[in-house]
């Protein structure tokens, strides 16, 4: 069973910035694809952005492009969050998910097989 575990959460301030990380371990089968969702208290998860496993383009909300960025790590199998410029309303514990087949809906917590446990970021005002 892939296992992803987040980790790099923490509190900042408004306008500060926080790298998240994604660690993927197990990796008994090939990845597609693999995405950041966030989820703050009383509202939805929602997707954060995403970077496929191969290739060089990645996918971002609108809400934070211009602010955050996805990149890995190939050799040590890990994907990162950058997040500058933060706002009081990016707080949400975050989630990293990786997707075995991708169907081409980049943005849905659907397309994804496996989840991390999340880590939490908050950002005061």
């Known amino acids: 069973q892939v296992q992803l575990v987040e980790s790099g959460g923490g509190l900042v301030q408004t306008g500060g910035s926080l790298r998240v990380s994604c660690s993927i371990s197990?990796?008994?089968?090939?990845?597609?694809?693999v995405g950041w969702f966030r989820q703050a208290p009383g509202k939805a998860r929602e997707f954060v952005g995403a970077i496929p496993w191969r290739g060089d383009i990645t996918y971002l909300a609108d809400s934070v492009k211009g602010r955050f960025s996805v990149s890995r790590d190939f050799d040590d199998n890990t994907v990162f969050l950058q997040m500058n410029a933060l706002k009081p309303e990016d707080t949400a514990v975050y989630y990293c998910a990786a997707d075995r087949l991708y169907y081409g809906r980049y943005f849905d917590e659907m397309e994804y097989d496996y989840w991390g446990q999340g880590t939490q970021v908050t950002v005061s005002s």
């Open positions: 197990r990796l008994t089968v090939s990845l597609d694809l």
